[in-house]
């Protein structure tokens, strides 16, 4: 019984790893749905005259000069946890400005705002992107007389 011993330690030794390492590796794919983290959803994304109680009013795609300002509005579902996004106003292609933003779960509405003058007319844009610059989404409009 002895001279076998040498030959079937290791075999039992490695057939025992191996249903162990199996059984390690099923519970590290088996994550619970709720633990899986969902993606942060862009659900609207517009631009406005103004807002009221967090609600755009006269969404268009064209605005007089004569408003005092735009609205760009985002809203959110899901929001998986607090996070930033921005908002960059582009006129012409170049940078006016760009809005940090905070959005917290489970869903978030947010807006941000541009002062306008009679010099800004013509194309615009809003960029609205992650902490990492990916765009999300662009909204454009455009400013006329």
Known sequence: MRRF??????????VMAAGMGGAEAQEKNDVPANVIEQKLTLVEATVCEK??????FNKAIVFS???EKVYCYTSF?????????????????????KVR????????????????RKSDQGPWRVNITDPEGKILRIVRFSITE
């Open 51 to 56: 807002m009221k109680r967090s609600t755009p």
């Open 65 to 67: 000069s004569g408003l």
């Open 101 to 116: 933003l905070t959005l917290k779960p489970p869903r978030w509405s947010t807006f941000s705002s541009m002062r306008i």
């Open 77 to 97: 579902d899901p929001v998986p946890r607090e996070m930033v996004i921005y908002h960059e106003w582009y006129r012409r292609d170049k940078l006016k400005a």
């Open 5 to 14: 011993w040498p030959l079937i330690s290791p075999v039992i030794l490695f």
